[in-house]
């Protein structure tokens, strides 16, 4: 990484002169023509004086930059990734080793049937081979069984994609003919011998086309009356892929090769068939161990959300269940103390940031110095030519000033064109729609604080030459 900074900012050098320029006329465009031409005349002059401090202050943004970016993706990487989990922004759940009884979801789903504030729901159960449910493994498989990948089914309701946020729905491949939702695909003809999968499965399982067939195997594991033998049954059913998927809310979809026991989802009919195959298991509605409930609300105050907190937790009360054991959850509140977080980071590198161009000043300075006083004749010059001293003082300002924010931009904008770059890479690796947020205060400061030091590194040096008089400024260069 450090070569890397390194070998950008030199490179970047090849143009210090173009960004030098185009930061001379954007700032100061308002001001005389000649006072614009001197500032380039000054910065070629004192361009080798002055590389060193270019260099101190492209060098240090250029981290500091992409450290806060690289911090502020990571922290968004889990953000989203909270989000997708969650599918909606509400959901009711069941604690660990715990499940929601087909009663209990009926209940709840009359308690929000009449109120204003849910505007759908989706419910979402256990896979076939979780504990308590029939199965002990499901694996997608190649005809022979020559591959073969864990694949963890779940039972969806027909409005589950048209609820949750869709911006984690990627969809490599899909019959789009029918005009339906995915999830109501799942409920039609076709969709009752079909599964949605992860696109990593295409090849993998060597799945070239839609109409390609691939095995689901469902194994079970049981014992002999006498527990002395172990007694294994694998069934198998002919399916077709509904769909590849690059990402889905709520569930593990990937195209990625390392990642091979994703989910898929099915009808509540095509589950029940599925987890009666071979007529070893006997599954009904009425016992289908639900994972949660997806909510779709619209904006809820702070009272509305408890108000539907505490209705949810009623209908499970009236069931007969224990509201401990289940859990109202708001993204919100996973994603607040992220938010607490990159504030305070961002704050951090603020003072970074600051800390860092305090010490790159003390470059400044002495170069500001030194060019100042080895131009002493042509100030002397200029101001017995008639040039008053404000144009003057305003002359090796704007000079500093130009120096510093084309300095510390080029360093600024290698920093997050790196952090960029890392977003990409990681857009592609999780398949979230992690957005790049350009560090906007970090760059308005750093304007600010390179006008702050431009005045204090020329205004010394300058008013202290020009206020002496002229005769004595020539009789210096003289002598």
């Keep these: 990484i450090n070569a890397e900074y390194m070998g950008l900012v030199l490179l970047a050098m090849n143009v210090e002169n173009m960004a030098e320029f185009l930061l001379t006329y954007f700032f100061f465009w308002w001001e005389n023509s000649a006072i614009r031409s001197l500032i380039l005349k000054n910065l070629v002059a004192h361009r080798m004086r002055n590389r060193k401090t270019t260099l101190m202050y492209s060098l240090s943004l250029a981290f500091i930059i992409w450290i806060s970016v690289s911090f502020d993706l990571q922290i968004q990487t889990y953000k989203y990734n909270a989000l997708r989990w969650y599918g909606t922004q509400y959901s009711v759940r069941a604690t660990s080793d715990n499940w929601i009884p087909t009663s209990t979801a009926i209940r709840m789903e009359q308690a929000i049937a009449g109120s204003d504030l849910v505007e759908g729901f989706a419910w979402v159960s256990h896979s076939l081979s979780d504990d308590n449910m029939p199965w002990d493994s499901t694996?997608?498989?190649?005809?022979?069984?020559?591959?073969d990948a864990r694949l963890r089914i779940r039972a969806v309701s027909p409005d589950f994609y048209s609820i949750t946020d869709n911006r984690f729905l990627v969809i490599a491949n899909q019959n789009t003919s029918t005009g339906y939702s995915l999830s109501e695909q799942m409920y039609t003809v076709e969709g009752s011998h079909s599964l949605p999968l992860g696109s990593t499965y295409k090849n993998y399982m060597d799945i070239t086309t839609m109409d390609s067939k691939f095995a689901l195997v469902l194994h079970l594991d049981n014992k002999t009356a006498d527990d002395d033998e172990k007694v294994s049954w694998s069934y198998y059913q002919v399916l077709e892929p509904l769909a590849f998927l690059d990402s889905s809310p709520a569930a593990s979809f990937s195209k990625f090769p390392r990642s091979t026991n994703q989910h898929s989802f099915t009808s509540i009919p095509s589950f029940i068939r599925l987890a009666n195959t071979g007529g070893r298991v006997k599954l009904r509605v009425a016992s289908i161990?639900?994972?949660?409930?997806?909510?779709?609300?619209?904006?809820?105050?702070?009272?509305?959300?408890?108000?539907?907190e505490l209705m949810l937790l009623t209908a499970i009360r009236e069931d007969g269940e224990d509201p401990n054991n289940y859990d109202f959850r708001n993204s919100d509140d996973a994603t607040s103390n992220l938010e607490t977080t990159s504030a305070m980071i961002s704050n951090f590198f603020l003072i970074t940031t600051i800390v860092a161009m305090v010490m790159c000043f003390f470059s400044l300075m002495s170069s500001m110095y030194t060019n100042v006083y080895e131009q002493s004749k042509e100030i002397g010059i200029l101001r017995a030519l008639g040039l008053r001293r404000f144009p003057l003082v305003r002359l090796f300002i704007w000079e500093a000033f130009v120096l510093v924010s084309s300095a510390s931009c080029m360093g600024f904008f290698i920093g997050t064109a790196i952090a960029w770059t890392m977003g990409i890479q990681r857009v592609l690796f999780t398949q979230l729609p992690i957005p790049f947020n350009f560090p906007w205060q970090l760059f308005l400061m750093i304007i600010a604080m390179a006008f702050f030091t431009a005045i204090v590194a020329s205004l010394g040096p300058i008013l202290a030459l020009v206020r002496r008089p002229i005769v004595f400024i020539l009789r210096r260069l003289l002598t």
């Excluded at 161990?289 to 539907?308: G, I, S, V, Y």
């Design 289 to 308: 161990q639900w994972d949660r409930l997806l909510l779709n609300t619209r904006a809820l105050t702070p009272d509305e959300e408890k108000q539907l």
């Design 139 to 147: 694996k997608i498989a190649t005809f022979g069984r020559y591959r």
